[in-house]
């Protein structure tokens, strides 16, 4: 009889006992807390690439706009005004430390559009590709859609038209969130970071 109840007094004891309570509770929130900080690192370092390429597409587009038009009938080489926005891209992207995938200035033309690509350098797969249309239009009555990724002009009909110049720069990322939050369930996050500008023509 007195080692039953011993027993027992000793299994309420342990019961009672929340000594190991605090690991259960670390070991249950560490997961959630792994996933917040990552997040929180990866977001704001998207947000950075994503600043930096929406102000290296604004400068290249006003580079280019600035410049005249008259080579860009040429197709046997780039046309000053398209290398000059390539290089204001590049030496923006390589300046605030971002891989330029190696991407060099060669691009056949296709309707006042050249496509600049290039996956190198240790670029995440996708790489870069760069978009200059110099002859994208807008509608002079003031309404204005946002141009698209693909730097493809909308359609101005019956109206008088502006002639811009657009820059698109779409950028693969490899996010270090999409790996944890798939331990959590589904997850969908874009695979490029894309930045536009679009600038009026001077010339």
């Not at 259960?24 to 792994?34: H, I, M, R």
């Not at 597409?57 to 580079?63: C, G, L, P, V």
């Not at 760069?130 to 359609?155: D, E, H, K, Q």
Request: aromatic share 8%; charged share 15%.
């Amino acid at each position: 009889m007195i080692p039953f109840l011993f027993l027992r007094r000793e299994l309420r004891r342990a019961w009672r006992d929340d000594r190991a309570a605090q690991i259960v509770e670390f070991a249950v929130s560490l997961p959630l807390l792994v996933l917040f900080v990552v997040g929180i690192f990866d977001f704001s370092s998207a947000f950075t690439l994503k600043q930096k390429l929406t102000n290296a597409a604004r400068d290249a587009a006003r580079t280019a706009a600035a410049d005249p038009a008259n080579d860009l009938t040429n197709t046997a080489s780039i046309p000053a005004s398209v290398s000059d926005a390539f290089q204001e891209v590049d030496n923006y992207l390589l300046a605030n430390k971002v891989n330029d995938c190696g991407i060099v200035g060669t691009s056949v033309p296709a309707a006042l559009t050249w496509t600049f690509t290039a996956n190198g350098n240790g670029c995440p797969a996708g790489g870069i590709t760069l978009i200059i249309n110099r002859g994208y239009v807008l509608p002079a009555n003031g309404t204005t859609t946002l141009p698209t990724v693909g730097c493809t002009p909308p359609s101005v009909r019956n109206q008088t038209a502006v002639v811009s110049t657009c820059v698109s720069i779409q950028y693969a990322y490899q996010w270090t969130f999409g790996r944890v939050a798939g331990l959590f369930g589904n997850n969908t996050l874009p695979a490029t970071i894309s930045a536009v500008a679009v600038a009026m023509n001077e010339n």
